[in-house]
């Protein structure tokens, strides 16, 4: 069955440090998709990245990046140089793809994190 | 475009009433979810429909809670009789798959307390 594992329920940070953000997910497919989102404080979800099962290749996006690793089910999110706008819930998510062509879509609890300035 | 719509925003209500909770999808989208987030549990994933037929409605947590999208532009989330413990956020998203999954486009969420 799909799990999604955030074990970090909240991280704390001053303005400027790094800090990873932990996802560790559970699926018996081949074929799967990772997502992370962000929930600001107005409430609505974000989304931030989606990767494929067959793309390990990390990415960058400005401050934000993602290490995919398939042989410790892990898909973990750094942001560099935090900033006080980046204070907000983070939500891994992992969705199959079935064979009757539908795909169900499973969240993580999150993880809160405050950066003070 | 207008994004997901849901209404209302905020819903308070007494135990033992029924709530109905709105969803308006964003045009052309052809998978719907219906998300309830608490603090302890996180986003859970109630139901999603696929071309307005429920596909998998396992995480609907009692026989007091039914969903049904009579047409691809509108969905209903009704809680029957409701609960203290039904007190949450409920989400609504929406994604048009093409060759994988897609990402949700998610509404702004209702605010229900069940008093």
């Known amino acids: 069955a799909q799990k999604v594992t955030q074990a970090q329920t909240e991280i704390s940070v001053v303005e400027k440090e790094d800090v990873t953000l932990d996802c560790v997910y559970e699926t018996r497919d081949t074929t799967y998709y990772l997502f992370w989102y962000k929930q600001p404080p107005s409430g609505e979800l974000v989304f931030l990245i989606r990767?494929?099962?067959?793309?390990?290749q990390n990415e960058i996006s400005g401050r934000y990046s993602w290490n995919f690793q398939k042989s410790t089910s892990s898909f973990n999110f750094t942001i560099t140089a935090s900033q006080v706008v980046d204070s907000a819930v983070y939500f891994c998510a992992l969705s199959e793809a079935k064979d009757s062509g539908t795909y169900k879509y499973i969240f993580g609890t999150g993880t809160r994190l405050k950066v003070l300035a | 475009d207008a994004g997901v719509i849901q209404s209302p925003r905020h819903e308070v209500t007494e135990m033992g009433q029924e709530v109905t909770l709105r969803c308006k999808p964003i045009s052309g989208h052809d998978y719907l979810f219906w998300y309830r987030q608490t603090m302890m549990r996180g986003l859970e994933l109630l139901i999603y429909f696929n071309n307005n037929v429920p596909i998998d409605d396992s995480g609907m947590p009692e026989d007091r809670f039914s969903a049904k999208m009579p047409n691809a532009s509108f969905s209903t989330l009704k809680i029957q009789p409701s609960e203290p413990r039904d007190s949450a956020v409920y989400f609504c998203?929406?994604?048009?798959?093409?060759?994988?999954?897609?990402?949700?486009?998610f509404g702004s969420g209702t605010q229900l307390s069940v008093l």
């Open positions: 990767r494929n099962s067959f793309d390990e």
């Open positions: 998203a929406s994604s048009f798959r093409v060759a994988g999954a897609e990402k949700l486009f």
